[in-house]
């Protein structure tokens, strides 16, 4: 901050321009300074926030596994025949419960 000072004193005494003047460019470029912190800190809280949308849309579970909808959305388009449909359902649906096993145990009454 000295050196932004002793920056506005030279330009101020280079300039010949009297001491009520600088003072008057000094507050104005603090003010515009100002603006521009302000603006910086709104262009980084909008990335921060986009970035954070992006992460959560690429850690998303879609990669990891079919779920019954999928399965039964698949079978009503035509992508895949009931005998598919089945052994996917069965497949799905072991999953699911092979999941509910590894998760630990709530005690009953407490959600």
């Known amino acids: 901050m000295s050196t932004l000072c002793t920056a506005l004193t030279t330009l101020a005494q280079a300039g010949n321009i009297d001491a009520k003047k600088g003072s008057e460019a000094t507050r104005t ?60 359902k069965q497949i799905v649906t072991s999953q699911v419960m092979h999941e509910m096993d590894a998760t630990p145990e709530t005690e009953e009454g407490t959600t």
Do not use: A, Q
């Open 29 to 88: 470029l603090i003010f515009l300074l100002g603006i521009i912190i302000v603006l910086f800190g709104i262009v980084m809280v909008v990335v921060i926030v986009y970035r954070s949308r992006v992460l959560k849309e690429e850690t998303t579970p879609h990669g990891e596994g079919l779920t019954l909808s999928e399965v039964r959305r698949m079978r009503s388009m035509g992508d895949i025949d009931e005998e598919e449909f089945n052994r996917l």
